[in-house]
């Protein structure tokens, strides 16, 4: 089964996805409200992030670009609750996430987020299904629901024929399609992607963004920092950092014209 015969989400998509019809506003999911993170090295503070403001509305495709050092990868570990900010608040699905202890960000993380990672991260041992599995395992998920769910997705991703592969037996362009199945397959709010296509070759590179427009045109909500001016072409906007600010956002190549302006504050 192809990502476009999977039914699933497609109901959703004219409301939720980046074809929104002009003026409609799709709820706001994620939201950073002036997020600062500084690192203190001996006696000079780095300050990472400084002052950042954004809104995500659900079925958003976001890039986030900057020079290298910018704080790209700290505003993903933010946004991904794997590190709280020094000062600010971050809003996911309406909690504000900088108050939460560890156990919950970690709970937020399994419910809430799906991750991809720029080297697949995926467990060697396992096979196509189990790695996909891994999600809903740690919540609880009973094992025969859990085979099913793997298994669709497996299928969403084209992989429906590997199953009982393991990572090693795959190309990278088919791990990053297994690693993309587990993000997805606790039906995230969000999937947060960090340069997702940086250790693939460029055909296959465009194989998997390939695959994340059409997660997008169902309505999935996607933010992705990247290197890569092409992908900025495929997102609806673009977030570009500059030495731990917001230097500007800019419409990327998907904007659905006139739909609204994000915010800055
Ligand atoms: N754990 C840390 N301790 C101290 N400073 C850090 C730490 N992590 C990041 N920094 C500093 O924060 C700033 C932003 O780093 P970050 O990793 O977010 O950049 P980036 O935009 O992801 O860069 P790259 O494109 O190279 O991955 C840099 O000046 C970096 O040195
Ligand atoms: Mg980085």
Redesign the pocket.
Same mark, same amino acid.
């Given at each position: 089964m192809a990502v476009s015969e999977l039914g699933d989400r497609t109901d959703n998509a004219a409301s939720a996805g980046g074809s929104a019809p002009h003026g409609e506003e799709r709820p706001v999911i994620l939201e950073a409200r002036d997020i600062r993170r500084s690192?203190r090295?001996g006696d000079t503070v780095?300050h990472?992030l400084d002052g950042v403001s954004f809104q995500v509305r659900q079925g958003d495709y976001w890039a986030i670009m $900057?020079q *290298?050092? *910018? $704080?790209? *990868?700290?505003l993903l570990n933010l946004l991904g609750c794997l590190d709280r900010p020094t000062e600010g608040a971050y809003l996911l699905g309406g909690d504000d996430v900088a108050q939460l202890d560890d156990d919950d960000l970690a709970e937020i993380r399994g419910q809430r987020l799906g991750f991809i990672f720029q080297s697949f991260n995926l467990i060697l041992q396992l096979t196509v299904l189990e790695n996909i599995e891994v999600p809903l395992f740690y919540q609880g998920i009973p094992a025969r629901e859990a085979r099913e769910r793997a298994q669709r997705y497996a299928e969403l991703v084209g992989l429906g024929g590997r199953t009982h592969h393991r990572p090693l037996e795959l190309s990278g362009g088919q791990q990053q399609r297994v690693a993309i199945a587990r993000a997805l397959v606790n039906e995230p709010l969000v999937i947060l992607a960090d340069e997702a296509t940086g250790n693939l070759d460029s055909a296959t590179g465009r194989e998997i963004l390939g695959l994340l427009d059409q997660l997008h045109l169902q309505g999935r909500t996607i933010i992705m920092v990247t290197h890569d001016p092409n992908i900025a072409n495929r997102a609806e906007w673009v977030l570009r950092?500059k030495d731990g600010k917001i230097d500007r956002i800019e419409p990327g190549g998907k904007h659905p014209e006139g739909v609204r302006t994000p915010e800055r504050h």
């Open positions: 690192y090295m780095v990472a $900057g *290298s050092g *910018s $704080g790209k *990868s700290t950092l």
